[in-house]
């Protein structure tokens, strides 16, 4: 029953869908998609499996090499994400108030005449263009127009019905968990609301059960993707099969700029037969609460997963305190009850605090964190210092700070790379080892995390060992080792963010992994081979 909606990055293809008016490329990749999926069985690396407690789900077959591609395919439909704001119906980016173009045909806002998305499936379809006809948005009301792109995703769906009958087929076939959504107050009266009846005052004519279904699917089982300030959701007829893991087995990615909007799954640890395959349906830089939370609220089931079932996060300490009485580490009691109490493991100690007042606290720090500028270096800093007798060093929201840092330290003004002093050079390689502890447990192998941390580290160590062999504080077989320690980082990171799309940020920095790579092989006129 657990099934999923996914952040950062995630997501591939589609089946073919008949002869739609849509380009010819996108077409001939839906037919190569559908020649795919008819292959024998035996040739995947994986099987699908059913249970009461997972639905439907996916283990290997045979021995899967880490960075081995799992799945690979086109989307079958996307469509704006629910609540997102005012965008381009062609290519999903964000649009200013004041400078929209409207679609010859129907009016609605894209980004220009030359939008890359109009006339495919995977955007401004001309089917979808011609049923909007009728109803152009009312440029006066952006609330209410904002409002309206909630039932775009829904109604491209329901458009596959007569225009792509086998991706309508494999939509179909997909998870709603109706009764579990039309017993929570919130969503069902929401989709109401926002898609059946605007549908309905659109002059569409669809069953309203038939609409529920549709947003449910959305809801369980669409990845968000989407990079370069452009974010939608989409479906993928195999994708959807892995199962969720707060330590997840996999990693995913988008490519925007190819046919049919592709997602790639690809193993970022190796797999036996029989292993499980799984993704991360939460931001696993959360602490369990929080990501039992999200998974409940948008997937409908409780994680139990090793991570979630252990007070420790697996030794990674992710949703500490630090006991006011001792200084030692204040877990839940009971981590799968968000209504535990959270006690201290010191021994002797008796320090207890009631789940609600953990709730209480989390929120408010949560509040003050996100309150902090993204480019702001002392705001991170200021944060982690001011609760370090409140939170755990490793505590969910240490971590977030201690992510943007990483980033931040080398790149934003006051602390470019080649300026900053050895003492924030040594805090910034620090902070990627803090952080490099804690990624290797809950986003083992081949993660985009792994891949982009391991770039961030390799910088203020080559900063530091240049400087020091310009000073002669070290030898020349100490600088050989060194750069032989630079050198696997670099390459580590360059393969594992070389599988992310070359236009991407994660592929320009490996671009710039191996550009970084070449420049340290001239070193070796100066000290002989480093490897």
Known sequence: MNKKSHKKKQKKRGKGEGRNKENVEDDVQAEKQSEEASKPQEKLCYEVKHSDVMGRYIVA?????????????????????????????????ELDDTAIFKCKGCKWPLCSES??????????????????????PDYNKLEDLKDCYQAIAPLRCLLLKKEAPEKWAAVSNMEAHNSLRRARGDIWPMNEKNVVQRLKSWGLKYDDEEVHTV???????????????????????????????????????????RPGRPITIRASLPHSPGDLI???????????????????????????????????ELGTYCSAFRCPKCGGRALSAAPLDAHAPWTCTAEGCSYALPAVAVQ??????????????????????????????????????????????????????????????????????EICRELMKVFDVIEPGYSRLRGI??????????????????KKAITKDKLRERLK??????????????????????????????????????????IGKIS
């Open 360 to 429: 209480m606290l989390l929120k408010r720090l949560t509040d003050e964190f996100e309150q902090i500028d993204a480019n702001d270096v002392s705001g991170f800093e200021g944060f982690l210092q001011k609760y370090r007798n409140v939170l755990h060093s490793t505590h969910y929201l240490c971590l977030s700070a201690m992510h943007s840092l990483s980033q931040l330290y080398g790149k934003v003004a006051d602390y470019m790379i080649q300026e900053m002093s050895d003492q924030q050079l040594n805090r910034k390689v």
């Open 61 to 93: 077959v045979r021995e899967i090499r880490a960075g081995e591609v799992i799945i690979e395919e086109q989307a079958l439909v996307v469509g704006p994400c629910s609540g997102c704001g005012l965008i381009c119906l062609g290519c999903y980016r």
């Open 215 to 257: 947003c449910g699917i959305l809801e369980v089982n669409a990845f968000e993707v989407g990079g370069s300030g452009a974010t939608a959701r989409a479906l993928y007829d195999r994708a959807y099969l892995l199962a969720h893991d707060c330590t997840p087995t996999t990693t995913h990615t988008d490519a925007e700029g």
């Open 485 to 526: 320690e630079i050198v696997s980082y670099l390459t580590e990171s360059a393969l594992i963010l070389g599988f992310e799309p070359s236009q991407s940020s994660e592929g320009l920095m490996a671009t710039a992994a191996r550009d970084a790579l070449r420049k340290i092989k001239t070193w070796e006129q100066i």
């Open 453 to 470: 941390t391991l770039y961030e580290l390799h910088a203020p160590l080559m900063v530091l060992t240049t400087r020091d062999f310009e």
């Open 278 to 312: 799984t993704l991360c349906y939460a931001y696993t830089l959360q602490g369990t609460l929080k990501r039992r939370e999200h998974l409940m609220v948008s997937k409908f089931f409780e994680c139990a997963c090793r991570r979630c079932s252990d007070a420790t």
């Open 115 to 136: 939008c890359p998305g109009v006339g495919k499936y995977t955007g401004h379809s001309t089917y979808e263009c011609d049923t909007l006809r009728t109803v152009p």
